[in-house]
């Protein structure tokens, strides 16, 4: 139960509860005697720069290092840490000498080689096999083709072999473009004329009216203009000109 007691100091009731110390003290006072403790404790001075590495290359002067003898020459000398086993001369011609700089990151494996698909001599850097992106989707779908050859060989001989039995005559394709004023038969919109082989989806593309697997003949009647995409997307369905 909390009652009122004197203060050790001035003698100045004060409320002791059950926790308190055996010696109580009012607020003031233990204030007064905060602040002579810190009025007694010595005032830390902050040392300059120069000054610190004065007093730290004097403490390395005092301290004593006691002396080993190099494995390579005999000669005694003081390891900072007191691992090494050679002197600094022998470390730095011997193996075991790590440089004091070392490169942040590892090099580079770097070498000529010649590009698969053009044979032009570049510079490689950690094995890079094509010398540019053309080179690399180029020679990318000449390796699938080379890896699916059989299956590209069977789809391309069944495709011959129907046009064969399909044969009327003899179809020159730019004269199918001209008849039909180079605009495509499936969409109404212009084809483009960039040649055969760019892989333009706006490009021209001879496109069997009758699909030749659904019976159609290989002929000009059964000829029009389409662009390429149109024709891929057609497939072998039976489609007329899209309405304007």
């Known amino acids: 139960m909390a009652k009122k007691v004197p203060c050790s100091s001035c003698g100045k009731l004060v409320w002791l509860g059950s926790g308190s110390l055996s010696q109580p003290t009012c607020q003031p ?23 610190r590495l004065k007093r730290k290359r004097e403490r390395d002067r005092q301290r004593v290092r006691p002396e080993k003898s190099c494995v390579d020459c005999g000669e005694l000398y003081s390891p900072p840490g007191g691992k090494s086993k050679r002197c600094d001369k022998c470390s730095k011609r011997g193996k075991n000498h790590t440089p004091k700089t070392r490169l942040r990151f590892p090099t580079k494996r770097i070498r000529f080689v010649y590009c698969p698909w053009c044979q ?28 699916d050859r059989s299956r590209y060989l069977t789809k391309a001989h069944s495709r011959h072999a129907k046009i064969k039995l399909a044969y009327v005559e003899d179809v020159d394709f730019i004269k199918v473009y001209k008849r039909d004023g180079w605009v495509c038969q499936l969409c109404g ?40 995409k149109c024709n891929l997307a057609k497939g072998n369905r039976v489609e007329e000109l899209a309405s304007p």
């Open 120 to 147: 032009r001599l570049f510079t490689s850097h950690d094995g890079q096999k094509w010398c540019s992106t053309k080179c690399r989707d180029k020679g990318g779908w000449e390796a699938k083709y080379q890896r």
């Open 189 to 228: 919109e212009p084809v483009s004329r960039t040649p055969k082989g760019s892989h333009d989806p706006m490009m021209a593309s001879p496109d069997h009216i009758i699909p030749i697997s659904l019976g159609g003949k290989h002929s000009y009647e059964n000829l029009q203009c389409s662009h390429l």
């Open 29 to 51: 006072c233990r204030r007064e005697a905060r602040l002579r403790i810190q009025a007694s404790r010595p005032i830390r001075v902050r040392l300059s720069l120069e000054e």
